[in-house]
């Protein structure tokens, strides 16, 4: 069966993907020539922390756990295990952090209240005054 998929962003290639383990001829197309579009709304983020608990954060496991397996089959797709960062400059922030990391999915999700030297060690890059920042070990990105 030949299947075509219309779409070469993060969405379109996953479905591209499953239909070539399944034994599919499969076309994909793209408008653009480059790599320079995003799937939906999402930009390639391989979204963790930021899901519900319970089946929507499994989903999100679970899609994580395949993108990084269809990145080691594929090294040009740009698969990403990066993690992310949120600065956190005010007491409030801290104690949403703090409520997130005593969750109990939080090992899930890879959670970690940081220093801010800590946060800095990670990314460099940031820059500002922060107290703390909240590590999500699982967030990853792939490129579009």
């Not at 930021?50 to 089946?55: F, S, V, Y």
């Not at 679970?62 to 080691?72: H, I, K, N, P």
């Not at 409520?99 to 209240?113: E, F, I, M, Q, S």
């Not at 801010?116 to 990105?141: Q, S």
């Amino acid at each position: 069966m030949r299947v075509i998929v219309v779409g070469a962003g993060v969405v379109g290639t996953m479905h591209a993907w499953h239909a070539v383990s399944r034994g599919h001829e499969v076309v994909q197309i793209e408008r653009e020539s480059e790599a320079r579009g995003a799937s939906l709304r999402n930009f390639g983020q391989i979204w963790v922390s930021g899901r519900a608990g319970g089946e929507e954060l499994e989903t999100a496991l679970r899609a994580r756990e395949l993108w990084e397996s269809l990145g080691e089959q594929v090294p040009g797709l740009g698969f990403r295990a990066c993690g992310s960062l949120t600065p956190l400059r005010t007491a409030r922030e801290v104690a949403v952090a703090e409520a997130a990391v005593a969750r109990t999915d939080a090992a899930a999700r890879g959670y970690k209240l940081l220093a801010a030297d800590e946060a800095r060690a990670i990314n460099p890059a940031l820059r500002g005054a922060f107290t703390a920042a909240l590590w999500c070990e699982r967030d990853a990105a792939v490129e579009p």
